[in-house]
């Protein structure tokens, strides 16, 4: 009841969401991914549209509903997740990059079932692309909003992440309690941009994404003055 009187402060734009996990297939039965379940992107892309917003969100394999009037997109791999936002990321003014994504895949998927033999083995793997990186340094470029999941030196860390990938703003998360974060109901996060910063404290994700989104709003006016 209380997002139907959320001001619609987002009203005229049009915001392009990553979430959730990708999965990287080792053969046809096998996978590497990670412990995301998409909530907060989820959280996010309802809290966009309740705003105003239109929302387009690219979904990695979770298992929730889609926001009422929200556009979803889902793909497995990341290299799938990178081609889906690229396509749209021309017709979109913010991108919020929110997906854990698998950082490598494997070199060569195999076409059958791995047989396991009595020895050890060894699974190559290769670097896949930064999406966020590579929407950041798109021209022209969206206002772009990353995540950082940290288990250590929360700051500095996201900090190095938000300069490195070229970020308009990040939003860093402590991951190493398990009571916030990756998979969990709630979430704090720590707010940085360029000349400034704003603690999030620990709240449920759907009300950490209202706030998160008031603050994207509150830069996006701020810039276009
Ligand atoms: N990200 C992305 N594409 C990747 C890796 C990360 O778009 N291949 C995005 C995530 O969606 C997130 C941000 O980059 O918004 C930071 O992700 P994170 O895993 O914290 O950072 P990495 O740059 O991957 O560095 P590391 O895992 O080594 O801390
Ligand atoms: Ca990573």
């Not at 001001?7 to 392009?16: D, F, N, R, T, V």
């Not at 990695?60 to 936002?85: C, F, H, W």
């Not at 798109?138 to 300069?163: C, M, S, W």
């Not at 000349?195 to 404290?201: M, S, V, Y």
């Amino acid at each position: 009841a209380m997002q139907f009187f959320a001001p619609k402060l987002l009203a005229g734009h049009s915001i392009l969401l990553t979430a959730g996990p990708t999965r990287e297939a080792i053969d046809p039965v096998r996978y590497i991914s990670n412990q995301s379940s998409g909530k907060m992107g989820f959280a996010l892309a309802k809290a966009a549209a309740d705003m105003g917003a239109e929302v387009t969100l690219v979904s990695g394999p979770v298992n929730l509903t889609t926001p009422v009037g929200v556009k979803r997109v889902d793909v497995i791999s990341t290299q799938d997740m990178l081609e889906a936002v690229m396509r749209r990321v021309d017709s979109h003014d913010i991108f919020i990059g929110c997906a854990a994504v698998a950082d490598y895949r494997v070199t060569e998927i195999a076409n059958e079932k791995i047989k396991k033999s009595s020895t050890d083995m060894q699974l190559a793997l290769v670097r896949n692309p930064d999406i966020l990186a590579t929407v950041a340094s798109h021209n022209p470029r969206p206002f772009t909003l990353g995540f950082a999941a940290e288990t250590q030196d929360v700051e500095r860390y996201a900090k190095d992440k938000l300069v490195r990938k070229k970020l308009d703003m990040i939003a860093a998360n402590d991951v190493s309690n398990p009571e916030l974060g990756f998979n969990a109901d709630n979430n704090a996060l720590k707010v940085i941009w360029a000349k400034g910063q704003e603690d999030l404290p620990a709240t449920d994700k759907q009300t950490l994404a209202i706030q998160l989104l008031g603050i994207v709003a509150e830069r996006i006016a701020i810039l276009k003055d």
